[in-house]
Each structure stands twice: as C-alpha cells, then as structure tokens.
C-alpha cells in the first residue's frame, strides 16, 4: 500500500548494481540467484532497516511482518519449516554491508535447531554427529555474538572435551561427545546470561538479526571503517539464508576460491578447501587446508561444476572473483561473491589480461588501478645477501618488505609503534581483534593460514606486508616468542625482515633494492624487451594509456640536479617549485651571517656578491637537467633567522664564553641579531616576499644569479626556461615592487651578456588574501602556484609544524576529519578558494597558467579535484611523479 517501505527483498529480486540497499553480500546473491547459479534460497533485509534500527534503537514496525511473509515463501519453497522438530528448515544470518568489510561483523550459522529440531535433523541426515556438531556450532556462534559471551568460554569447553579424549582435532569428537559439549555450551549461556539458550527458532532468528545490525558499531568494525574511509552511518544489510553443509562427512566440505591470484595476477586456480567443515573453519586456520586443486581428486564432478561457474563469473563481473562455496553430498553450493580485493601488482596485470581478453577496454584498465598501487609498487624490495639469517619461508600472502621488531599481540603492535619503533606482528593466526595491531605494525607474519586466512586478506586490503602460514615456526604468543625450524629462538623486540613476496622470513635486517617498476621508470628495464615481467609491461601500457588522456601536466618539485634528472626520467615535464633555501645552507651559512650581520650597505653587498656565484652554479646545473623544460624557482621563503643559530644554545654558549672572559665581539653580535630577529609566530612573521622587500639587494642577487645561469645555458647551446616565483603575496602592490626590480636586474643582465633572456614572473597562492585579491595580484602575475600547504594551514589557522603532534589523532578519533587537510586537499575549505582565485585570476588574464606545488600536487584525490577546477600543471615531489600522471589520466576518463 501507500508509504510502507519494503524492507526485505528475495534474493531473486535483487542485483549487483543495488548494493547500498542490499549491502554487498546480498546484491551479489542476488545476482548470481539471477544468472541461475546454485546459491541456497533466501532473503535480504535492507540497509535502510538498519539505518532505521541504529538511529531509534528498535526494528521498524513492520518489518517483522515482512520477515514472516518471506520466511513463509522461504518455508514454501524449501518444504520444511524453520526448526520443525521433524525435519528443520535451517538459515544463517549473515551481515554484508554496501563496503566490503572481511570478518568485520558478524554471522550465525544453524539457526533453528533446538533440543528437538536437532533429532529431526539427525534423523534426516542419517547423521547424529553431523546434527549435534551444527547445535554445537550455532549455540557457539549465537552465544559469541548474540548474547556477548567472551567466545574464549566456548573454546575452553571445546578443549577440555577434546583433552578428555585424548585429541586435538574436533573431528575425533562423536555424537555423543558432541551432545556432551552442547551441554556444556548450554551451561555456559545460563552461567553468563542467567537465561536458557533460547528454544523457539524465530527468536532466534529474530535477535541475531538484530545482534547483526548491532555488529555495525562494534569497535573494530568502527576502527576498520575508519581505515578504510566507509561512512560510518551507512549500515548493513541482513541476509538470511537457508543452510546448506559441508561437515556432513568426507563427500562434503567447504572453500574459498579466488578466479586468479590475487597476490601476481597470474592465471589460475588459487583457493583452500576442507573436507568435513562448515563456514568459518577454512578461514580460521583451525584445521590445515588442501589446495583447491586437490578437490579435481576428492570430488572431480564438484570441481568441474566450480571451474566452470568461476569462469562464467569472471565474464559476467569482467574481473577476478573471489567466492565461498560448499559442497554438500556432492552437490556444489555458492554462498557468496565479490569482485575480489587483491594486491597493487596483481591489480596492474589483471587490468591488461581482461584487455587482452576482450574484456574491458584501455580506459577501463586505467581506471580499474589506482595511484596509492602505483605508489606500493615503487616500495624498495629485499636483497639478498647480507648478515641476516633466513629462518623460514612461508607464503607470499601480501607483498612488500618489512623490517621491524618482533611483536606477539595487538596490544604490543600498537604500544611499541607509539614509541616509534617499526614492530612485525607475529602471530598463529590473525583474527578480528588484530585489526589495530595489524595497522600498526610494518608487516604480519603467521605460521598457519593460507593466502584466503584472515592475515593474509585484510593485510592485501591494507597493502600490509604479509608472510602466512610459515608452519614450521613455532609461535608462543603468551611467553612472547617464536622457534624456527633450527632452533634459532626469535623473542620480542629482536629485529626481523620478512618478504611478502617470497614469503622468506629472516632473522635481522635484510638491505632493501629498487622495486621492478622503479627501475622500468629509471630507464632500466625496458618494457618491451625480455627482462620485463608481466607487471612492468603492465605498469608500462596503462601509463602510456593514462598519459594520452590526461590534460594536466606534471611537473616535480626538485632543488637538486640529481633529483631533477630523476624525476624527468620518471616523466616530469619541468619543475614546478625549485626551493632556494638549501642553497643557503651548509658551508653557506656564514655567507648568511654576513648578510644578517652586515651594518652598512658595503657588508651587505659584500655578503650578496658572495653568495650569488654560488646560487647561480645551483641552476646552471638545474637548468640543464630540465633542458628545454620550464624551472619556477621560488625566491627565498623561510624567516632568515631560521638560518641563525638557536637563541638559547646562542645565549648559553655567551654565557660560558663571558664567565671565562673570552666573549667576542663577533659572537655577541650574532647574538644581538638573533634576538632581535626572534619572532614568536615565524611562519607568519618575516619571509617570503616580505624578506625581498625588507633585506635589500637579496631578491635581486637571486634574480641575477637566475638570469646570467641561464645566459650561460644558452651561449652553450642550451635551452634553459627559467619562471621566477614570489612567494607568500597577499597583495599586488607587494609583487609590483618585486616584479619591477626583478625585470630590471633581468634587462640588465641581458645587456651585459648580449643574451635575451626570457622568465616569466609569477607568484605563488598561499594566503588568503592573495585568493580573493587573484583578479588584481593577476594584473602583475604571468602564472599562479598554488601552495596548499601554507594555504592549508593559513585557512584552518593550523600550525603544519605542530598540529600532527598536538591534537590530529583526535581530530581523527573524533571524525572532525577522515584525512588530514595536508595530506588530502580539504575540498570545501581550501578548494573553494582554489576555485575562487582560479575564477578570478583567469578572468584578469585569459593565458595565467595555473599550477599547484604543494604536497597535495601528488595525492590522487586532490589530483582529480586540479583536474576539476582547470589548473594546468601539478608538482609533486620525484617519486610521486608516475602516480600524478596516472591519476591525471584517471581523472580525465
Ligand atoms: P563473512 O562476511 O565473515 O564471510 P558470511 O556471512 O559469508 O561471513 O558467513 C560466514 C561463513 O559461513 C562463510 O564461510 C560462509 O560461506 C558460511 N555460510 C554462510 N551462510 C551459509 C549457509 N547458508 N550455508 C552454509 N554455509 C554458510
Ligand atoms: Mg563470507
Ligand atoms: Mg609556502
């Protein structure tokens, strides 16, 4: 009727594309209910149901009739009855939200059984142990999740059952041991709820469905949602569906497969399957699983019949796949889909071999890679050799090298990564609960697991470096330490590197090498030629792609020849900030004092003729590095006192000089400058143009020695493109003035060498001011460069220097920010007077080139945002280069 919301939805009534209705899980059920795979029947309660319970603490109204309707066709259509005592109708409920978030939230399998419907269930699958160890499971999981028992309780029943035995593998427990555990576990919930496990299987179908939309806020569901930037209020959908089972006997079990590796990309059949179990059981690491491979010999008709539903995924999704399937008596069930998550190499090969498929086109592949995996493959790589003893090899579960200290808990990640030390995870096997140590370590190591374990999956998701199951560790997380095969004793704190790559695992510290892709991007391997694998090929075809579509420019920030020529090699079109501030520094120094000190305009002179020769020889280098290709150079920008010794260790050293009577005049008359130069609010005090004006002579000496640098690169045949910039103008009288004594310094040297010598004069946008006042600082400006880190700071008032330390992680822990402004350009704030100022200034003057060099000129979000407002270049330091021209082309897709 009118206004009733529909909060449920079988699953043939969805598909994929309805995934923030459906959460992930159900839309991809649905999906594959649709292209008529065997996925078990059942039904999905929406996200919008969810919603509606986090934000009034109880379920909608109606909802419960819509349950019943759909329960009843469920009932219907399976000809059993929830929990009837004869032959019970058996679901899982299961959490999927919109984002995937692995292992995050929670699941209940065997919903349904009861002290009767158990019977019935033995009775119709001719099995007793089968039916006591589904009761078992369910009131272990319902008991875990629904009613808030520490899951520690259950596992200790489990034990002390197994040890009565004389075991340790569950499947040596009987029906009758079994039907002994479940009263053990039925104590254990009226010890800690003062209440009897519930009987009556709607309620317990009812309160897992809420105990689900409950997992929503658990605390490492909020951490990993943080993480990964999932909005926090978005909510999960409920899928109940009818059981299907892999423990009942060898002729069933349970896997996980992925379509391709996730790891290489390579082509093939990568997954885990295990006889006899049910859910979780292939993830947990509890038992040791088989390759996928060996289910062709377990059960060949079930292999096939998976080979060729994977195929017809991956055509259908045009991607890797990865998937939960059960067999149950032979009989091949899907329980779920997904486009599989999978490592920054993998993403690049796979993205060519779907082109190659006929799958996607060019632009798909670009935009199917990301610059943050771009970035993870230029992370240096081990070597081998060195003093460092391999331990043990296990698998390659998620690449990358790491070296830190061996760490045996969450807690001890987390608190030693405080102290700042690099820590390695090691651990049996990862679960949930990791998660914040996971994040704070450099790298995870297991020694049980495969790549589809928990470790090795949310490592891949976090480009974590991850070694699992390295089985011949032996890991002792309470006594704080692993042994390795010969005996070698690992304890916290000892340094070891392992390598997700290979999966080796060394005591000590193994040297680290460039990576493939930053040797193809150095000229060293050629993309076409033998030497290059499959992920330089790759990373070489979607770069050309991406490079074709892009309209902006990439241009590096580099004050260095070596970092010039660098990144040109790695496919920088000029620089868009050379920094003049280190060439003061070093043996330089004292050339500065002079200026500082100097007392008349013949010291000063004296100071500036000294320096100039020097700056000079900077850009001759720099410019012939980026011959042919423009080189902004920034006049100089920090407080010059930041050249000055330290006022107080100034202070002391006078101090002790005078008590010895040795004080100098030359000492005590540092120290007079250095306290009258002292400035409580520096980065708001003197620098910038606000020095050129103020120091005579300093802007001129650089704008000279920039001039006759490039005279010389031209008489030697050479094409220098210098562009002077100004930095930190909030108003155009103050670049006039520079402007004016810059062009003449320029005509001047022109005419003494007899060469023309063109720059453009630009400046930078970094103060408020000078975004709003763009139309009138254009008037004088011939390009604009937009510094968005003092930008940033001077917008939010946020102190750059001090704010990390201070108060961020709050700001963070409270959500006042997902991401820090000066990592990712705060859109609203500092973007709208990017746009303000690009508006305004282009419209003084229709040609203003527009660029941006600050941090943010190598973030691949704020890359698409300069994209967005038109700019025409984005600087960004050497190594970000590649990921700037890839995101520029994703951008302009
Ligand atoms: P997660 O999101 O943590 O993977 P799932 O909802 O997929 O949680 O379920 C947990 C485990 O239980 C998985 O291994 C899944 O395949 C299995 N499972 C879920 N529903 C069923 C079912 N109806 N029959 C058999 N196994 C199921
Ligand atoms: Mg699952
Ligand atoms: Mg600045």
Known sequence: GTGTTTWVYDFSQGNRDQKDLLGGKGANLAEMTNLGLPVPPGFTITTDACRFYLEHGSTPPDLADQVTEHLTALEKAMGKTLGDPSDPLLVSVRSGAAASMPGMMETVLNVGLNDESVQGLAAQSGSDRFAWDSYRRLIQMFGKTVLDIDGEAFEEAL?????????????????????????????????HTGRDFPQDPREQMDLAINAVFDSWNSPRAILYRRRERIPPDAGTAVNVCSMVFGNLGADSGTGVAFTRDPGSGAQGLYGDYLQNAQGEDVVAGIRNTVPLADLERIDRGAYDELLATMARLESHYRDLCDIEFTVERGKLWMLQTRVGKRTAAAAFVIATQLVDEGLIDMDEAVRRVSGDQLAQLMFPRFVSGGDATQLTQGMNASPGAAVGRAVFSSEAAVEWAQRGEKVVLVRRETNPDDLSGMIA???????????????????RGMGKTCVCGAEELQVDTKAKRFTAPDGTVVSEGDVVSIDGSTGRVWLGEVPVEDSAVVRYFEGEIDPESADADDLVRSVHRILTHADAQRRLDVRTNADTPEDSARARRFGARGIGLCRTEHMFLGDRRQLVEKLILAEGDADRQAALDALEPLQKQDFLEIFEAMDGLPVTVRLLDPPLHEFLPDLTELSVRVAVAEAQG????????????????????????LRGVRLGLVVPGLFAMQVRAIAEAACERRAAGGDPRPEIMIPLVGAVQELEAIREESERVLADVSAAKGVEVDALIGTMIEVPRAALTADQIAQSAEFFSFGTNDLTQMTWGFSRDDVEAAFFHAYLDKGIFGVSPFESLDRPGVGRLVEIAVERGRSARPGLKLGVCGEHGGDPESVHFFHEVGLDYVSCSPFRVPVARLEAGRAAL
């Open 662 to 685: 040795e004080s100098d005049e030359g000492t005590l008359r540092l120290l007079a400058a250095v306290r009258r130069m002292h400035e409580s609010n520096p980065m708001l005090g």
């Open 441 to 459: 370590a450099e790298g995870v190591l297991t020694s049980r697991g495969g790549k589809t374990s928990h470790a090795a999956v949310v490592a």
């Open 159 to 191: 034990d002390d059952a197994k040890r009565e035995q004389g075991t340790d593998l569950d499947l040596d427990l009987d029906a009758d041991h079994l039907r002994d555990v479940v009263g053990r576990f039925k104590e254990i919930v009226r010890a």
